[in-house]
Every structure is written in structure tokens, then in C-alpha cells.
């Protein structure tokens, strides 16, 4: 079975603190990627990875950044952390299939308040 | 641009009774469609896709979808539904003209199933 893991599931950070989130998947997937998920919102694109050291935006990429030295692990950086920025994060992998066919697989979730 | 639209943000459905859960795409190429199940405090799991060949796919738990593509629909169904179904589920799409690795994912529909 896919195994995709998170660093934490609950975490409380503060305004103005550097937050970093790492997401880790042992099936020697090519893909990763990071959402947000806001109710009413669903699920939002951050950022997206398809190979080492690589790495595209999402939809949402402002107030993030991410780092991919490795190819089973992806972290999300919130240099400055913010109140808006309060949310559940769900990191996934997928293989390199035929381009759009892949099933993502996914991380349980980090669940991120910013006081 | 690609959109995905979950119209009922919930479904109520007595255990036993069949349950349709709604999703309809916009693209502007040819559509990968995707379901999946979040169940509380877990990240999402795959339920089943539609890539190409039979309209209609069946996948885990019993579920199955029915591509339409006149409709440009891909509503999830049971034919009887158990307490255990209810959790939110989310469609996603895929625009195969886009050419990225991207998902765009609906806003998520609760589903109860009432004993």
C-alpha cells in the first residue's frame, strides 16, 4: 500500500513564525503536491512538484514556498506565517503516468491554526 | 478555463436506499473525471476515475459513475447505501488540452446516511 505521511497532524503556530510542514511517500513517486482545504472552498492547488528540485505553482502559491531535495520528500515553507493562512494541509504523491491519468494518493492531513 | 461544480454542498439518504451524489465538469479538451471519499480526520482516498472507453466505471465500496458526456456530468452512485458511506466526498477534473499535472477538485458534497 501507498504510504504517505506527514509530519504532524495538529499544529499551533504564531503570527510572524516560520513554519515548515514535510510530507514523505514511500512508493517512489515522481509527483507531489500540497493543498489547502477550507470548507466551501474544497481542495486549492499550492504547489506542485514532478521531479527532484523541480517545482510549479498551483492556484495559490502566495505566502508559500516548497523544497524537494529528495524524491520522497516535499516541504511546504510558510516563511511568515499569517492568521489567514489557518487551515487543514493535505500533502499527495502520484506516479508519472500517462499525463492526467495518475490517482493521487494522500497524506492524513496537518491541521494548522495561526494565533 | 477547467471548473468543477458539486451543486449540493449535502446529501441526506436512508440506509438501504440507492444515493446519487452530483458533479458536473467544464473543459475545453477531453475530460479525466475523478472521485474521492474523505472520511473524518483522514486525508482523501480514491474512489474510482473515468479515463476513456465504458461511460460507466465502477470502483471501491461499491460505488460506481456514470460518465455523461452531453450532460458534461459524472454523478457518483450506489445502489444501497450504508451508514458507514457517510463522509465528504469531492470530484475532480483533469482538462487532458492543458497539458499540466493539475487537478481542479469540487467544493465537496457531506453525504449522511441515516440508520
Known amino acids: 500500500d501507498v504510504k504517505v505521511t506527514q509530519s504532524s497532524r495538529y499544529l499551533v503556530k504564531r503570527t510572524g513564525e516560520k513554519v515548515f510542514l514535510e510530507c514523505v511517500q514511500d512508493?517512489?513517486?515522481?509527483?507531489m503536491f500540497w493543498y489547502r482545504q477550507d470548507p466551501g472552498l474544497g481542495l486549492r492547488l499550492i504547489y506542485f512538484?514532478?521531479?527532484?528540485?523541480?517545482?510549479e505553482k498551483g492556484d495559490i502559491p502566495e505566502g508559500y514556498s516548497v523544497s524537494r531535495e529528495k524524491k520522497e520528500r516535499f516541504s511546504l515553507i510558510l516563511e511568515s506565517a499569517s492568521t489567514n493562512q489557518t487551515s487543514m494541509y493535505l500533502c499527495a504523491s502520484s506516479f508519472r503516468a500517462l499525463r492526467g491519468t495518475d490517482t493521487q494518493y494522500f497524506g492524513p492531513g496537518t491541521r494548522l491554526t495561526v494565533l | 478555463a477547467q471548473s468543477v461544480a458539486q451543486p449540493e454542498d449535502q446529501v441526506n439518504v436512508a440506509e438501504g436506499n440507492p444515493l446519487t451524489v452530483k458533479c458536473t465538469y467544464s473543459?475545453?479538451?477531453?475530460?479525466?473525471l475523478f472521485w474521492y471519499v474523505q472520511y473524518p480526520n483522514r486525508g482523501l482516498q480514491f474512489l474510482l476515475k473515468y479515463i476513456t472507453g465504458d461511460n460507466l466505471v465502477k470502483g471501491s465500496y461499491g460505488f460506481e459513475a456514470e460518465f455523461n458526456k452531453s450532460q458534461t456530468s459524472f454523478h457518483l452512485k450506489k445502489p444501497s447505501a450504508l451508514v458507514s458511506d457517510s463522509a465528504l466526498y469531492f470530484c475532480a477534473v483533469r482538462d487532458t488540452s492543458s497539458g499540466t499535472y493539475q487537478y481542479i477538485f469540487g467544493t465537496g458534497t457531506r453525504l449522511k446516511v441515516l440508520a
Open positions: 473543459v475545453s479538451g477531453n475530460p479525466y
Open positions: 512538484s514532478y521531479d527532484v528540485k523541480m517545482k
Open positions: 512508493m517512489d513517486h515522481e509527483n
